[in-house]
C-alpha cells in the first residue's frame, strides 16, 4: 500500500524557518517524482513545489520561489519542504503528493507562522 | 499561469440525481505529448484530497464507475450519475499540463 507521512509542521514566527519531511513507503520513491501542495485554512488547495525522480528538476510557484527549497533523499524515502524567509500567509496544512499529477497524498502537516 | 474556473461553486443536490461540474481553463492544456492532463481531486470533510479522474477520463483505481470525466481543450465536466451520501465535499479540476500547477476554486457538493 502506497503512503506518505508528512511531519516538521509547527507554530513560527514570522521569518523563521521550518523543514517538513514526507516519508514514504510502498512503492519505488527514486523513480517518481514528487510534489508539496497546501491548503490555507478554510481555502483550496495551492500547488507549491515539484521535484523529479532524481532531483535535479525543480519547479516553485512564485509565491514561494526563492524562499523554499525543495529536495529529496532517495536513500531513505524522504521528501523534504526546506521553508525559510516565513510569512503569515504561508500558515497552511501542507501535503506532498506522489508524482506531478498527484495520484497520492498524505495526511497533511499543520504549519502556523505567528508572533 | 493557466486559471482554472469551476463553476457552479456550490452544488446542493439530491440523493441519487445525477451532478455535474464544470472546469474551463485559459489556454488548451493539450501537452506537447499530446495528452490531455486535466485531473479531479475529491476533498471529503476532514480528509485529504483524493485523485478521482486523471487525463480528462480516465477513473483510478478503487473510484466508483458513477463518478466520469470528459471534455477535450479547455473545458472539462465531472459528472456523477448518482450522487450518494459519500460524494459530499469539495472538488477540484487541476491542469498538470503547464507551470505551474493550477486548481480551480472548488465546487462544494452538498445534499439537499
Known amino acids: 500500500e502506497v503512503q506518505l507521512l508528512e511531519s516538521g509542521g509547527g507554530l513560527e514566527q514570522p521569518g523563521g524557518s521550518l523543514r517538513l519531511s514526507c516519508v514514504v513507503s510502498g512503492f519505488t520513491f527514486s523513480t517518481y517524482a514528487m510534489s508539496w501542495v497546501r491548503q490555507a485554512p478554510g481555502k483550496g488547495l495551492e500547488w507549491v513545489s515539484f521535484?523529479?525522480?532524481?532531483?535535479?528538476?525543480?519547479y516553485y510557484a512564485d509565491s514561494v520561489k526563492g524562499r523554499f527549497t525543495i529536495s529529496r533523499d532517495n536513500s531513505k524515502n524522504t521528501l523534504y519542504l526546506q521553508m525559510n524567509s516565513l510569512r503569515a500567509d504561508d500558515t497552511a496544512l501542507y501535503y506532498c503528493a506522489k508524482t506531478g499529477q498527484m495520484d497520492v497524498w498524505g495526511h497533511g502537516t499543520a504549519v502556523t507562522v505567528s508572533s | 499561469d493557466v486559471v482554472m474556473t469551476q463553476s457552479p461553486l456550490s452544488l446542493p443536490v439530491t440523493l441519487g440525481q445525477p451532478a455535474s461540474i464544470s472546469c474551463r481553463s485559459s489556454q488548451s492544456l493539450v501537452s506537447s505529448d499530446g495528452n490531455t492532463y486535466l485531473n479531479w481531486f475529491q476533498q471529503r470533510p476532514g480528509q485529504s484530497p483524493r485523485r478521482l479522474i486523471y487525463?480528462?477520463?480516465n477513473r483510478d483505481s478503487g473510484v466508483p464507475d458513477r463518478f466520469s470525466g470528459s471534455g477535450s481543450g479547455i473545458d472539462f465536466t465531472l459528472q456523477i450519475s448518482r450522487v450518494e451520501a459519500e460524494d459530499v465535499g469539495i472538488y477540484y479540476c487541476m491542469q498538470g499540463t503547464h507551470w505551474p500547477r493550477t486548481f480551480g476554486q472548488g465546487t462544494k457538493v452538498e445534499i439537499k
Open positions: 487525463k480528462v477520463s
Open positions: 521535484i523529479g525522480p532524481g532531483g535535479l528538476t525543480t
